[in-house]
């Protein structure tokens, strides 16, 4: 079954520092990706995707996330965190048919930035 | 920049009601789709909707539930007869083909 796993439930951070947050993906075959954002009382934002190409892929806000095969990973990174990106964050991932494209979400890590 | 919008932004419903769950896509986005986010889990795909029929649907979407788009522009989520299990956060989504899908600012149902 496909399956997207974010091993961190919870992440805190100073501001200023390096981020990184897992995601962990179990498909038959190399999925889609994306990392979404999600801001209390506010619907989900999506930070970036992976479709092919370049396994290093960048996105809004300063975020960036490397596509690792040999790792089923797909980790999203920033180099310096500022107190607005506090907020949880989605990993998903889907594959596209002719109807559409179903994801399948990880359970979110919930990122604290402490000032 | 265009977005998904959805309508109410909570909705408080009896047990055993009817409820439905509106939305607007982007206009010219031909994908939709209804996921859950029951609270302190993990978001969960219902359903997906193109060509004016469902194109999938989960384990959760059973007789109970059903889509529509009534016409150019909405996309809604109708629950027959509500439980108190289908007390979370609905979220509407859209997509162009093979794009990620856009998401609304959800819908908190709580059944009483």
């Known amino acids: 079954a496909q399956s997207v796993t974010q091993p961190d439930i919870h992440i805190t951070v100073s501001e200023g520092a390096s981020l990184e947050l897992r995601c962990n993906y179990s498909y038959g075959a190399t999925p889609y990706l994306f990392w979404y954002v999600q801001s209390p009382g506010q619907g989900l934002q999506l930070l970036l995707k992976?479709?092919?190409?370049?396994?290093l892929v960048q996105g809004i806000k300063g975020f960036e996330a490397e596509f690792k095969r040999s790792q089923s990973s797909f980790n999203l990174r920033k180099p310096s965190v500022h107190w607005s990106d506090a907020a949880e964050y989605f990993c998903?991932?889907?594959?596209?048919?002719?109807?559409?494209?179903?994801?399948?979400f990880g359970t979110g890590t919930q990122l604290k930035v402490e000032l | 920049e265009p977005e998904v919008t959805q309508t109410p932004s909570h909705q408080v419903t009896q047990m055993g009601q009817e409820v439905i769950l509106r939305c607007v896509p982007i206009?010219?986005?031909?994908?939709f789709y209804w996921y859950r986010q029951i609270l302190g889990q993990k978001v969960e795909f219902l359903v997906s909707f193109y060509n004016n029929e469902i194109s999938e649907k989960s384990e959760i979407f059973d007789d109970q539930f059903s889509v529509e788009r009534p016409d150019g522009s909405n996309f809604t989520l109708k629950i027959r007869s509500t439980k108190l299990e289908d007390s979370a956060m609905y979220f509407c989504?859209?997509?162009?083909?093979?794009?990620?899908?856009?998401f609304g600012d959800g819908t908190r149902l709580s059944i009483l």
């Open positions: 989504a859209s997509s162009e083909m093979r794009e990620p899908q856009h």
């Open positions: 206009s010219n986005h031909l994908y």
């Open positions: 998903a991932g889907g594959g596209f048919t002719g109807g559409g494209n179903k994801l399948t």
């Open positions: 992976y479709f092919s190409g370049d396994t």
